[in-house]
């Protein structure tokens, strides 16, 4: 579809992303997803496009502007390569960025954003634990005042790049139950009491690590917490919204990998003595595919259009990431189904984005806390 939003800039940010990632990252993603990790050194090439810089400082190495349009783009275009563990594995530092560049004091800023935005250094954001996701509002982990430290306790889970991460921003409760009493930390791996433990035997995202982290006595000066005392819920509400519209951008990705795999797959494979192209029942399943791509890609720019000139569109972010990854899932079935067997086999991107479209469904706020999140937002 035409974005009537597009500019020079986007679409040459958008060409420079493509041509990146047809190079560099689409040739390898099959063999490193089966490995089980990128090149380290990855990180830092596609950080030098600017990527993580969006919302940051120049000061911090950041672009000194923020665009929703190309944040979405990158999001996009990173998912097209097919393996959403390469997204994933350079991703966990993206949703840690924004609280650290708005909340971390100036000497924790100056001393690692440049590194992180850059690639050079890894980082993740812990809000989930062992005892649930969804209800943020009742986490556990503690941070208990004491002198000029605070010490915390409790485990974190799920956390995306968190084997690989030097940096963490982590939630801790400091005030009495509910989301009232919950404050935002950074933490350095390395600091005592601080361990972890890779999650492994994944359903999909197989090239990126996500960890178990434990905090026992984690001492951290209190200058390392960030923002406002018993404020940190909002603050991790508030930044759940561009993570969503990066997930939704990187499931448009996915299903155009669904209906691209589907049509090269369908113009060649004969059955019956014909094209399975020609088949009216096969011809329906890609119509309807591209009907779903359609939908999401003109949702995706009202949205992108409404965060950068109004204001942040929570409710209508909720709806999207669940209509998207409902539309993913039709999509990768659909795909599934076209390419018959083939598509069941490893290496086939089709199938890869089957065993993917769960964690897009779960992550980052689930359909069903998205609808909740949503009806709340309207106001029922
Ligand atoms: C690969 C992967 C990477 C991740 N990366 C990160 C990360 O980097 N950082 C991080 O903090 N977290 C991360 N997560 C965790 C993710 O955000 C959580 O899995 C998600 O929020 C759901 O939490 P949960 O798994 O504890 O499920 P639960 O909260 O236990 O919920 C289980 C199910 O019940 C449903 N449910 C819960 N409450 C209700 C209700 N009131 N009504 C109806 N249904 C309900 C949920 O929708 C879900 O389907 C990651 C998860 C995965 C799988």
Redesign the pocket.
């Known amino acids: 579809m035409i974005n009537p939003f597009e500019t020079e800039e986007r679409a040459a940010f958008r060409r420079t992303l493509q041509d990146f990632i047809a190079a560099e990252i689409k040739p390898h993603a099959d063999a490193w997803d089966e490995a089980g990790e990128i090149p380290w050194d990855l990180h830092a090439r596609i950080g030098a496009l600017g990527v993580w810089g969006f919302g940051v400082d120049e000061h911090y190495g950041g672009l000194g502007f923020d665009d929703c349009f190309m944040r979405a783009a990158y999001s996009e275009e990173l998912a097209k390569c097919g393996a959403g563990g390469v997204s ?1 594995a350079m991703n ?1 530092r993206s ?1 840690s960025i924004d609280p650290i560049q708005r909340l971390a004091s100036d000497d924790i800023k100056n001393r690692v954003l440049a590194d992180i935005v850059s690639g050079r250094k890894g980082s ?5 634990e062992p005892s ?4 943020v509002a009742n986490m556990k982990t503690s941070a208990r005042r004491d002198g000029n430290h605070f010490v915390l306790n409790g485990q ?1 889970t ?4 968190g084997m690989k991460s030097d940096y963490f921003v982590i939630p801790a409760r400091t005030g009495g139950a509910g989301l009232g009493g919950i404050s935002l930390f950074f933490i350095e791996a390395g600091t005592p009491g601080f361990t972890r433990t890779a999650l492994s035997r ?1 359903m999909g ?1 197989w090239c990126s690590d ?1 960890a178990t982290l434990y905090l026992d006595d984690v001492r951290v000066p209190a200058e390392n917490m960030m923002g406002e005392e018993d404020k940190g819920f909002i603050a991790i509400m508030q930044n759940f919204n561009l993570e969503r519209v990066a997930l939704i951008a990187g499931m448009l990705g996915m299903m155009k990998v669904c209906i691209e795999e589907s049509i090269t797959w369908a113009r060649s494979r004969e059955t019956f003595g014909k094209p399975l192209i020609s088949r009216q029942v096969i011809r329906h399943k890609i119509a309807d595919m591209s009907a779903k791509i359609d939908a999401v890609e003109a949702y995706l720019n009202m949205i992108c259009w409404q965060v950068n000139e109004v204001e942040m569109p929570v409710a209508e972010i909720c709806k999207a990431k669940v209509f998207t990854s409902k539309a993913l899932e039709f999509c990768a079935s659909e795909a599934m189904q076209i390419m018959g067997g083939a598509g069941y086999l490893r290496g086939n991107l089709v199938e890869r984005v089957y065993r993917e479209v769960k ?1 897009m469904a ?8 998205m609808r ?1 999140l949503a009806m709340r937002q309207m106001g029922y």
């Open positions: 994933a966990g949703i993740s954001l812990g809000v989930t649930g996701g969804s209800d974190k799920f956390i995306t790049g994944k995202w996500q964690v779960i992550g980052g706020g689930s359909e069903e806390i909740d």
